[in-house]
């Protein structure tokens, strides 16, 4: 067999294998994954619907155009590009797009749960050609909008880029709008982990207090991997000329030829978005996680915020005295896939952090609910009990009962 296929059939069994609780993770569907590995990947399609600079792209236009149409319509938007290669270059191209060299962002820090497109600085894109201002949460872990309003009319960014990686509750976006409009900002609210709960109606929308909403496609939306930029109807009144320029900052300004493999599996992660079942998925998702969080809790573990409103929780160590790689790497060797992930205000380094993310999106889309996540609830305390006590006998016991769950809920 060729090294390529031995390899994805190795992925596929890891993946069947073990449990995947890694919030930004989903299993795609198979007309997803078809799409993406279709033919429309041979084309060239530089430009826009009806304005290419290749010929043949009659089949292209129409795919770009129905996959606009659908996004408009599932977001409630003026404006949407589908072209964005993943959902760094989006960010990257709403601040080339709207901003000057210089120019100041403000934005949630990375390790009060907001992403490095945010104004990380010094390493990043946002960071590095503007000028950033970070915010926090306090002691919790909560942001603390009124902290936030005051530092926004203390620095007057031009624009606030907000989103969340690891934050455990629904963002306030009536507030944000609010102090952007205060100190005239723009709001990018970037849904890219939240988009799928937001379709199902489980998170809040930002799509009347954000002037352009960001998304990956391939989170809780359940898509490929890939990104979209919208416009709002607010984001148009402010600057009526904003669709322009985030289409120009994508093509030409930061991109060549959209991979329209990709814009087709969007179109289908879309229509499956549409459907009574995906409302259904995105309900459970956050019911599950509210089962796990209370498991958990009562179980004797710490949760960043006291719990979780959505899709994610953050398990802070520090009370355990262990680290967020020794606990991740613990679960691994019993089947069950985390990350490591920084706590507020953690003193240890980003590397070796004192917490780990946990979440349910595709634990949910694989079937399982209340009863599964009680178990791997029980998995995870006695994981932790076994690297506090550094005693991993049990250990072997836990990762076959993790075996034969993953055997009942096939891929
Ligand atoms: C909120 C948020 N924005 C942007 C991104 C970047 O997306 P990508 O990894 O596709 O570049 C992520 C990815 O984790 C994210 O969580």
Not at 202 to 220: F, G, M, S
Request: with cysteine.
């Amino acid at each position: 067999m060729d090294k390529v296929q031995e390899l994805i059939d190795q992925e596929k069994q890891r993946q069947q294998d073990t449990l995947c609780l890694i919030p930004s993770e989903n299993y795609a569907s198979n007309k997803v994954m078809d799409a993406v590995g279709s033919v429309l990947m041979n084309k060239y399609s530089e430009g826009y619907s009806s304005k290419r600079y290749y010929q043949g792209n009659g089949v292209v236009d129409e795919l770009e155009s129905l996959t606009i149409k659908k996004a408009k319509k599932l977001f409630g938007v003026e404006h949407v590009n589908v072209q964005p290669y993943s959902g760094s270059p989006a960010n990257s191209a709403v601040l080339f797009g709207l901003l000057e060299p210089n120019d100041k962002i403000m934005g949630l820090s990375l390790s009060s749960g907001g992403h490095l497109t945010h104004g990380h600085p010094n390493i990043t894109f946002s960071g590095k050609f503007f000028k950033s201002v970070q915010f926090g949460t306090d002691d919790g872990g909560v942001i603390d909008y009124g902290e936030v309003e005051k530092l926004a009319k203390e620095e007057k960014p031009k624009l606030l880029i907000i989103g969340t990686t690891a934050y455990p509750l629904i963002l306030d976006w009536k507030r944000l709008g609010e102090i952007a409009d205060l100190v005239g900002a723009y709001l990018v609210a970037d849904i890219s982990h939240v988009a799928g709960l937001v379709v199902a109606g489980v998170y809040e929308t930002p799509v009347n207090d954000a002037h352009v909403i960001t998304t990956t496609t391939h989170k809780t939306l359940r898509g490929p991997r890939g990104a979209m930029i919208m416009v709002t109807k607010k984001g148009l009144k402010k600057d009526p000329e904003i669709s322009k320029k985030i289409d120009r900052a994508v093509f030409p300004g930061m991109q060549g030829g959209p991979h329209n493999n990709t814009t087709a599996g969007i179109l289908q992660a879309l229509i499956e978005a549409e459907s009574e079942d995906f409302k259904k998925y995105g309900q459970q998702v956050v019911f599950s996680e509210k089962v796990l969080a209370k498991e958990l809790v009562g179980g004797g573990l710490t949760l960043v915020t006291g719990g979780t409103q959505c899709h994610l929780m953050v398990i802070d160590l520090r009370p355990q005295k262990l680290s967020g790689s020794t606990v991740s790497e613990a679960l691994e060797e019993v089947g069950i896939i985390v990350n490591k992930n920084a706590v507020p205000n953690d003193s240890a380094p980003p590397f070796n952090p004192s917490g780990i993310r946990i979440g349910t999106p595709a634990l949910t889309t694989r079937g399982m609910g209340e009863i599964e996540m009680k178990k791997i609830a029980s998995w995870i305390l006695q994981v932790v009990e076994a690297v506090k006590l550094r005693d991993k006998t049990e250990l072997t016991k836990i990762k076959k009962e993790v075996g034969e769950m993953c055997k009942k809920f096939p891929l």
